[in-house]
């Protein structure tokens, strides 16, 4: 099974390396791009299940490329990641709603919340019908009254 | 642990009856009678019931509550108060030393046999565990509602957090201690702790259990109401379906007081305030910004899942296993949350063979 393709947005080549090596077994394939611009460019052409992008970057910030992407009506979960110091930015991206948030240099739990944020973005693709889910909540339903 | 029960209780032809009678039921009973000596008399003891009178010395009968939960495996305790002292009783000190009941004086030897029939079984260790989290979580909230956030209680916070997601990752059969929580009471201070609980039991359930998830939902569950501390105090007690247009306005700025506040302090994760400012916004239907599903943060959706259900069980004192039932029969509440939600809710209150298989 795929497990879906993730957009790094960031401005240090040494990070891009690191996250790079890091995330490579949890997505199919992974994208770069240096800026906020070049990060617009990559999602129009590809198909980004989920972006790990920094906050402060130059030409365009975290914040402008989420709302662009909003404006366009996608929906792809985003984590961003910053320093200490950032926060009002990060509140300002978080309204145009952040998948999560890891705060620089404590990356702990980094792996699960990509593998997470990949499995969101392809849950967005194939949302499961109010049918299904009907029948699986009275399903779990019975079993409740069962304990 | 056997029934073992601690009568403390200074009129002496009274306690000798209570001793006799329950020597003749083959209940174990020690006697205290001289309160000045109680701390040597019971050191190192544990007990399944203790009998208090508040006609004790009232510093001593505090000192002994507070020391009861921590140091004499979790007892249950009945407190025996007569009409005229009951005014005086400090009621935050009964809350955070989980009195079992009240019993009016002058309380009688079939009161004392009842309280032990009412509570044959005896905790396990994870049980035990369970409430001694209860009752640190609901001191450290009471402490960050009175003096507000400090480095300290947040450290304390974070602690107790990480210890609740430690027994619910490691205890197989979690949701047999929540059904097991027959003595379960709706407390104020108690809200924050079952909010906690709930959202790590969901999230474990889902699958996102690592160490940095668990840490800030913890403290983002324990913390999440903290902007109501900066709203008026009548309002905090409030249930909100019961304010005027003008207080419902105030009670929905908390989530945003409570991101000023922990704005504040750097150690906060950014997941941590993301938590606090959206555990009330509902699909564009909530506040403080009407967001839409796709702009609010998940672990927020978690919290926003687990505060309804326990606001529920508050509101209608019912147990966490009998609430969920009714909680689900309202299916205008349940379409409001993430169907994901819902459904690793209803798991992680199903006794699922293959999770114990795999834990075990």
């Known amino acids: 099974m795929s497990k879906g393709n993730l957009l790094i947005v960031d401005d240090e080549p040494m990070i891009v390396k690191n996250l790079k090596i890091t995330l490579e077994e949890y997505a199919s394939e992974i994208f770069i791009a240096g800026n906020g611009l070049e990060a617009l460019e990559i999602i129009k052409n590809q198909t980004i299940h989920c972006v790990i992008c920094d906050i402060n970057m130059p030409k365009m910030d975290g914040v402008q490329v989420i709302k662009a992407l909003r404006d366009q009506q996608n929906d792809v979960p985003f984590i961003f990641y910053t320093g200490h110091g950032n926060k009002e930015l990060m509140l300002e991206a978080a309204k145009y709603g952040a998948f999560d948030f890891l705060d620089k240099p404590n990356l702990d739990g980094l792996e699960e919340v990509v593998s997470k944020g990949l499995e969101a973005g392809f849950k967005k693709r194939d949302s499961q019908s109010s049918e299904d889910f009907e029948s699986e909540y009275l399903k779990l339903l019975k079993e409740l009254e069962k304990q | ?360």
């Open chain 2, 1 to 360: 642990m056997s029934i073992a029960i601690l009568l403390a209780e200074p009129d002496l032809q009274l306690a000798a009856e209570i001793k006799s009678k329950l020597e003749s039921s083959s209940v174990a009973s020690e006697v205290l009678t001289d309160p000045k000596n109680w701390v040597g008399q019971i050191k190192n003891k544990k007990y399944s019931h203790v009998i208090l009178n508040y006609d004790l010395e009232k510093e001593v009968t505090e000192e002994i509550l507070a020391k009861f939960e921590a140091d004499h495996g979790h007892p249950k305790v009945y407190l025996v108060v007569s009409e005229a002292q009951r005014p005086f009783v400090n009621k935050s000190l009964l809350e955070s030393a989980s009195v079992t009941k009240v019993l009016d004086f002058p309380y009688t030897i079939e009161q004392v046999l009842k309280c032990i029939e009412e509570s044959p079984a005896l905790k396990s260790s994870a049980e035990q565990k369970f409430i001694t989290l209860r009752t640190l979580s609901v001191k450290v909230i009471e402490e960050i509602y009175n003096n507000g956030l400090n480095e300290q209680n947040i450290i304390m916070a974070q602690k107790i957090g990480d210890s609740i997601s430690t027994l619910i990752q490691k205890e197989k059969d979690f949701a047999d201690i929540i059904k097991n929580m027959d003595d379960y009471k709706p407390l104020i201070y108690c809200h924050p702790f079952l909010v906690c609980v709930f959202s790590m039991m969901i999230c474990r359930k889902l699958k996102w259990d690592s160490q940095r998830t668990m840490s800030s939902l913890a403290l983002g569950a324990l913390i999440h109401d903290i902007g109501m501390t900066a709203l008026p105090l009548e309002l905090r007690s409030m249930n909100p379906s019961e304010m005027n247009p003008e207080q419902f306005k105030l009670y929905q700025s908390h989530p945003i007081e409570g991101l000023n506040m922990t704005n504040k302090f750097p150690q906060i994760p950014s997941s941590v305030t993301q938590i606090i400012l959206q555990h009330h916004e509902a699909n564009s239907k909530g506040f403080p910004n009407a967001v839409s599903n796709v702009k609010i943060y998940p672990l927020a959706k978690v919290v926003s899942l687990s505060d309804k259900f326990a606001r529920y069980l508050l509101d209608n004192e019912m147990s966490p296993f009998a609430g969920l039932k009714a909680f689900l029969g309202n299916r205008m509440e349940v379409l409001q949350h993430d169907p994901e939600m819902i459904k690793a809710m209803i798991k992680s209150f199903i006794k699922d063979d293959k999770d114990s298989k795999e834990s075990a």
